[in-house]
């Protein structure tokens, strides 16, 4: 196991360069970048993307004046010194190759720099907004797996039963309604939209938090968190609870299992002594897989649903306002974290069932 952990770590490096290769790569064809935002502010267009949507007009009126030597749509009527200052600042004055090898270096060393537009270090501003983003996938991941075991195993045993016709019905309305609807409808019913006003509209906590007690604490913590965990659980839960139904449906079709049967062994020992290890193994191993995609993805709309401050409204802004040391920041950062945790599942999967060997595994 060890010298596939070692392969698997060493492979880290390349897939991480290649991703930031690619991204860097992509991000030198965008219009739009972070100085062309400046420059728009500072003439008083207020988005940068407003300018081009009226490009056409204006090069018409002022093609002639505009001249050929203007890198920036936003530049026209600024020094050209102005503009060679912010490039320096920007570090937009060296060629991209050179920009690349800069970044990477400090990105080995951990050094992710400040944001263009906040005047905050990125790990800063990701710390800052990782509690809601912690909220989300842990507790959505924790209550799906709490939920979609058992009703998955209970599915498998009553396979056919009407039990198993009604609730696979819920299952499926829940996976089909979109998790943004639903956190509307939450709104609408529990948090003052038109009916009660049970749960806050906003926030992890209150405004007096800090003056309530432990116990105090906790209670407003979970009453703020509700509504925007089930919504981000009600979907998750319909995968993984189907997922363990027809893990468990293969393993109970084994010849092993009928065998135990024949022994004389009971349901139950046959169903949690050997049956349940075998199947859990793939729900159980993607556990680490399944937290990251709750923690990184499909978080903004929810989060911007409840007024949430967490990384993919950070996400979202950044890409927006082309803030590239948070932009890429975030991907250096969350892409390593991703490839650890793919190798974590694989111990995970050693962990649940010790007959496995990767050592025998080719990589």
Known sequence: MGAY??????????????IMVVNFTLTQFVPG??????????EGDGDVFEGFAGGGEAGADNGASAGADDRYLGARGLPPEFIEQLEAEFGFDKPPVERFFNMMWNYIRFDFGESYFRSIGVIDLVLEKMPVSITLGLWSTLIAYMVSIPLGIRKAMKDGSSFDTWTSGFIIVAYAIPGFLFAILLLVLFAGGSYWQI???????????????ALGKVGDYFWHIALPVFASTIASFATLTLLTKNSFLDEIRKQYVMTAKAKGLSEGRVLYGHVFRNAMLIVIAGFPGAFLSVFFGASLIIETIFSLDGLGRLGFEAAVARDYPVIFGTLFFFGLIGLVVGILSDMMYVFVDPRIDFETRET
């Open 33 to 42: 970048g972070p100085i062309e935002q400046i420059i728009a502010q500072i």
């Open 199 to 213: 749960f806050p509209l906003r926030g992890l906590v209150s405004d007096n938090w800090e003056d309530l007690s």
């Open 5 to 18: 952990i070692l392969r698997r770590l060493l492979l880290v490096i390349p897939t991480l360069f290649g």
